[in-house]
């Protein structure tokens, strides 16, 4: 029987970790996401086509802050402590309650790679997730060849499943995709020892 979710669904959560907030997304982050957006290193295996204006970032915040009223999920802006710069988004979406599941998303600016900062991150929604939404599955999606994000995932408890055959449209062809689940009872394990 799936788990009931356990916080206050009418405010956002925020989270800290040792070096990072996450916090909500605003409008007035909309310059700094863009810059990271539009980065042709960021861009590079995510599945979607590359913004060209400023319109475009302002509504894809709009989506993702509209996750957490919908009751579909949770997008973090990910921000340096003390400093509070945007360095990338971490969250939830895809959040199907009566499956206790939900998908992972994530990005970086490449600045901050390899400083095990989506890892930090990556924990804190994890435990956010199995503790207060009361998820037994978290899948993730990644492009094939995307070799960082596989080890951040596997480094993170994942397992790859398999390959999704041209399961995504971007950038004008289909693209294939990994997929990756961490479930409640490895989590749980992995916490243990």
Same mark, same amino acid.
């Given at each position: 029987?799936?788990?009931?979710?356990?916080?206050?669904?009418?405010?956002?959560?925020?989270?800290?970790?040792? $070096?990072l907030?996450?916090?909500? *997304? $605003?409008?007035?982050?909309?310059?700094?996401?863009?810059? *990271?957006?539009?980065?042709?290193?960021?861009?590079?295996?995510?599945?979607?086509?590359?913004?060209?204006?400023?319109?475009?970032?302002?509504?894809?915040?709009?989506?993702?802050?509209?996750?957490?009223?919908?009751?579909?999920?949770?997008?973090?802006?990910?921000?340096?402590?003390?400093?509070?710069?945007? *360095?990338?988004?971490?969250?939830?979406?895809?959040?199907?309650?009566?499956?206790?599941?939900?998908?992972?998303?994530?990005?970086?600016?490449?600045? %901050?790679?390899?400083?095990?900062?989506?890892?930090?991150?990556?924990?804190?929604?994890?435990?956010?997730?199995?503790?207060?939404?009361?998820? %037994?599955?978290?899948?993730?999606?990644?492009?094939?060849? %995307?070799v960082?994000?596989l080890?951040?995932?596997?480094? %993170?408890?994942?397992?790859?499943?398999?390959?999704? $055959?041209?399961?995504?449209?971007?950038?004008?062809?289909?693209?294939?995709?990994?997929?990756?689940?961490?479930?409640?009872?490895?989590?749980?394990?992995?916490?243990?020892?």
């Amino acid at each position: 029987m799936p788990q009931e979710s356990s916080f206050e669904t009418s405010s956002f959560p925020e989270i800290a970790t040792l $070096r990072l907030a996450l916090r909500e *997304i $605003r409008q007035e982050d909309a310059p700094r996401l863009h810059e *990271i957006w539009t980065d042709p290193e960021v861009l590079r295996y995510l599945v979607l086509d590359p913004f060209t204006t400023l319109d475009q970032t302002l509504e894809m915040i709009s989506i993702l802050k509209n996750l957490h009223p919908l009751g579909g999920g949770f997008r973090w802006a990910l921000t340096l402590v003390p400093e509070e710069r945007i *360095i990338g988004t971490c969250g939830f979406h895809n959040w199907k309650k009566e499956h206790s599941r939900a998908e992972l998303g994530y990005e970086l600016e490449p600045l %901050n790679w390899g400083r095990g900062l989506m890892s930090e991150a990556i924990r804190a929604a994890l435990d956010f997730g199995f503790e207060r939404m009361g998820l %037994n599955r978290i899948e993730a999606f990644v492009t094939t060849g %995307n070799v960082r994000s596989l080890g951040l995932l596997e480094r %993170n408890g994942f397992s790859m499943e398999g390959t999704l $055959r041209q399961y995504e449209w971007a950038r004008g062809s289909f693209q294939d995709q990994w997929v990756f689940s961490l479930l409640r009872r490895d989590w749980e394990n992995r916490r243990i020892v």
